[in-house]
């Protein structure tokens, strides 16, 4: 079974700096999504960013980047200028890719991070 | 927009007696999933819809049950409540994998979630 570690329960970062959240996960498959889902208090979760396995190249968007380290099942999200509306939890989440398993479609969550921007 | 709508947003129950959650799609996915949230903790899979065939995570409890009557709605039953069940409950969409061979991505879009209270 894939597991998914955040070692940060609580981050904060003054708005327009940067702030790096971190991920690690377990899991023996070769072929996998990565994402990080950002839920703002009493609001929806949304995907921020999504990263595949196979793929050698860090996903952008826009101030948002990753750093995937595949050995070292590593993940994190690095947040660029950071703004108000980025405090939210972050959640960092594994999926399989295998779609002969019987967990393929199934997210399995980190335990979050919460991200305070102060003014 | 085409969203994923969760009904009603704020449910109080007492113990014991049964509930059902509500959860529609407009965006005619062929997926649906059931989490359960507790306080600042990560989204847990109760189980999940493939249009009509249904797919229990072996942890989830037997007082969990779920009905996909149609494409758009899945709802979500809590036979007998406990005070352990109190939490918040989000419903997901995605389209399906199969049609596709079964490679590629398919993005989770997440309802706003049922605070679920029982007294």
């Not at chain 2, 590629?104 to 209270?117: A, D, H, K, M, V």
């Amino acid at each position: 079974a894939q597991t998914v570690t955040q070692s940060q329960p609580e981050m904060s970062v003054q708005e327009a700096e940067t702030v790096t959240l971190s991920c690690t996960y377990d899991t023996s498959e070769s072929d996998y999504y990565l994402f990080w889902y950002k839920q703002p208090p009493s609001r929806q979760m949304i995907l921020v960013i999504r990263q595949e396995a196979y793929k050698q190249q860090n996903a952008t968007e826009n101030r948002f980047s990753v750093n995937f380290q595949k050995a070292a099942k590593s993940f994190s999200l690095k947040i660029s200028d950071s703004q108000l509306g980025d405090a939210a939890m972050y959640f960092c989440a594994y999926r399989s890719a295998d779609a002969g398993g019987t967990s393929y479609g199934k997210l399995t969550f980190g335990q979050g991070t919460i991200l305070t921007v102060h003014p | 927009d085409a969203m994923v709508i969760q009904n009603p947003r704020y449910q109080v129950t007492q113990f014991g007696k049964p509930v059902t959650l509500s959860c529609s799609q407009t965006l005619n996915h062929n997926v649906m999933y059931w989490y359960q949230q507790k306080s600042s903790q990560a989204p847990k899979l109760l189980f999940h819809y493939y249009d009509k065939d249904f797919n229990n995570e072996a942890d989830t409890p037997d007082n969990f049950q779920s009905r996909r009557p149609n494409t758009s709605f899945c709802f979500l039953d809590i036979r007998s409540p406990g005070l352990g069940d109190a939490a918040m409950y989000l419903c997901a969409t995605s389209r399906g994998w199969r049609a596709a061979g079964g490679r590629g991505y398919n993005e989770q879009f997440f309802g706003p979630g049922t605070r679920l209270t029982v007294l």
